[in-house]
């Protein structure tokens, strides 16, 4: 497993057990660390979700450098709370999904929400504000990053490219010329 996934199954005790007070520190001390980096921290219901089709989820979300953990709501309340990520309601189910990218996080959500139903976006946290499923909508359909710095480079080569064209066009007339 990632380095969270890993870590965080380090300390999550075996089904049926209880977790000490040490466990759920732990859980919140990274979850915090984790949360405080974090540029979109993005809650979802996710009942009913198939143990392949979660694994897709993390999957996609890997590819994306973007992380998934099913976490107990008061745990996260409190991870979040220590981050300094207040206003996030949290109910019922909750599965988080969070990154640096707050475009690649709202991607990986949005797009595994239109493909399966049975995950539900409710809340959000995104560049320091409480947010909502539409605005993580909005934020999914913005280019990446990828994207973006290939738009970048293609409006730098532009004057060079026009350029170029012109110094052909004057040699070639310059040959006709002569």
């Known amino acids: 497993p990632s380095g969270l996934m890993h870590s965080l199954l380090e ?47 993390r999957n996609a979300a890997k590819a994306a450098e973007v992380k998934v953990q099913v976490v107990k709501n008061k745990l996260a309340a409190i991870a979040l709370k220590n981050a300094n990520c207040e206003g996030l309601e ?21 797009n595994y929400a239109k493909d399966n139903e049975k995950l539900v976006i409710k809340t959000a946290f995104i560049d320091g504000e409480p947010a909502d499923a539409a605005r993580v909508a909005a ?11 290939g738009m970048l480079a293609s409006v730098w080569m532009g004057p060079v490219r026009n350029f170029t064209i012109g110094l052909d066009a004057l040699k070639r007339k310059k040959e006709e010329e002569a």
């Open 11 to 57: 300390i999550l005790p075996l089904e049926g057990e209880e977790m000490t007070r040490t466990e759920k520190q732990a859980i919140v001390d990274t979850l915090t660390t984790e949360f405080n980096d974090a540029q979109a921290i993005i809650a979802c219901d996710f009942k009913g979700i198939s143990v392949s089709e979660l694994e897709a989820l």
């Open 139 to 149: 934020f999914a359909a913005l280019p990446g990053r990828e994207e973006l710095l």
């Open 90 to 110: 949290l109910k019922e189910n909750n599965i988080f999904i969070w990154g640096n990218d707050p475009v690649g996080a709202s991607k990986v959500s949005s």
